[in-house]
């Protein structure tokens, strides 16, 4: 059990500890382990009683096999066991995972209904695990910092982009590096214990930020992580993580759920910081306005001289 622990704490690989232990264990516990290496890709959405009702054990037995292999009980093997397929699966993989069980016209129909149901789904498991003390002090991290840098590579670049625009409305030192700079290190070397990083990674996890983040903690830097687990690598490096699930379906990855909290991160802060916020907008709005940046300011304007 201790090696399983120890194992539990690292980004452990489920499947490959279960083949390793597989000799090992009871007879009971090898027919599930048998249909686990063999619907791994639906047993991150089984329940206990229908892993149970399938191997044709009880669902006491599932519990004990979950803990036989270094968790705590079931749901937390399940857990983990989705995140290391979000992790690891490459898109060819997730395209035949999503039409595996069903005819392609069945699945082409169900498409929205469950892409939908899919990014519900996220928004409600972040919010039933949202650590509001944890939310908060990364509130005040991001008001103290002389500079905000917010890193991410790949699909997460439409989140450092988004996070990176308003946050510069409001505190107006805020920098975004991501996939248009070919040296990260360049941009970072000056980055000191006076600034904050904020990291967003989401599976299938970009190696490149996690060389960023291993390279600004080195530094002393502060770092704010924003991720879909708590086992995701970026981790490793601060205890200040904001998790946002982020389940894929098929091939395109679900950021519904981390936009939110990225949302709810914006507002946060400026309403901590109120008048520098109305400040900021009020100006925008005269810029706006004067520019004709939106459809309705022009014919506002145009309305007014006639």
Known sequence: MKEAEGIRNENRDTLAYIRRIY??????????????????????????IKVAHEVKVSEATVGRFSVAIGYEDYPEFRRALKSEINRKLTTIER??????????????????????????????????????????????????????????????????????????????????????????????????????????????????????????????VKIITISDSESAPINDFTRYRLIAKSNVYSFVDSLVAPLSLINALVISVGLRNISRTKEAFNELETIWKDHYIYTDDEVTIKEKHE
């Open 23 to 48: 000799q090992s264990l009871s007879k009971s516990h090898k027919r599930i382990a048998d249909y686990i290496l063999n619907h791994y890709d639906e047993i991150a959405q089984m329940s206990a």
């Open 95 to 220: 395209i035949e995972q999503s039409m595996k069980h069903d005819e392609q016209e069945k699945a082409f129909q169900e498409t929205v209904q469950n892409v939908l149901k899919t990014d519900m789904t996220n928004i409600h498991a972040t919010f039933e695990e949202f650590n509001y003390e944890l939310f908060t002090e990364c509130i005040d991290l991001i008001l103290a910092a002389r500079k905000v840098v917010i890193i991410g590579f790949r699909t997460t670049t439409l989140l450092t982009e988004h996070l990176g625009y308003y946050l510069n409305l409001i505190l107006d030192n805020v920098r975004v590096v991501n996939y248009g700079v070919a040296d990260i290190y360049e941009h970072l070397i000056h980055v000191n214990e006076e600034d904050l990083v904020i990291a967003i990674s989401f599976p299938r996890y970009a190696h490149k930020t996690y060389e960023a983040v291993e390279f600004l903690k080195a530094k002393g």
